[in-house]
């Protein structure tokens, strides 16, 4: 059992910035997947940047340029840095880990397979 614990959710306006961590109670297993996905009330869940125990990142074409996925191995944490945020990016965010490396570690696909995620940290934007 992984325990993932998001925190740095906040309000802020656009334009401005937040860095969401994801601290896991165990180290992940020898090969994985940990990323971050969102939901916004109404709509599907949808992934936003993925990174794998050989440090590959990817990212959804709505969030390049702007978020920033990174891990800190020694302390177990996972990062999200947001950006120039806009009003459309208001959503629950999730961090979550796949266990092993599979075809679905990519931001387009990692909702689809994931072994383990947290409880969410709100991000609101207002224009």
């Known amino acids: 059992q992984v325990q993932l614990v998001e925190s740095g959710g906040d309000s802020v306006q656009t334009g401005g910035s937040l860095r969401l961590s994801c601290a896991a109670s165990?180290?992940?297993?020898?090969?994985?997947?940990m990323g971050w996905f969102r939901q916004a009330p109404g709509k599907e869940r949808e992934g936003v940047a993925t990174?794998?125990?050989?440090?590959?990142?990817t990212y959804a074409d709505s969030v390049k340029g702007r978020f920033t996925i990174s891990k800190d191995n020694a302390k177990i944490t996972l990062y999200l840095q947001m950006d120039s945020l806009k009003p459309e990016d208001t959503a629950m965010y999730y961090c979550?880990?796949?266990?092993?490396?599979?075809?679905?570690?990519?931001?387009?696909?990692?909702?689809?397979?994931?072994?383990?995620r947290g409880q969410g940290t709100q991000v609101t934007v207002s224009s």
């Open positions: 979550a880990l796949q266990i092993g490396l599979t075809s679905y570690c990519n931001a387009q696909e990692f909702t689809r397979a994931y072994n383990y």
């Open positions: 165990r180290n992940p297993y020898s090969s994985y997947c």
């Open positions: 990174v794998d125990s050989g440090s590959t990142t």
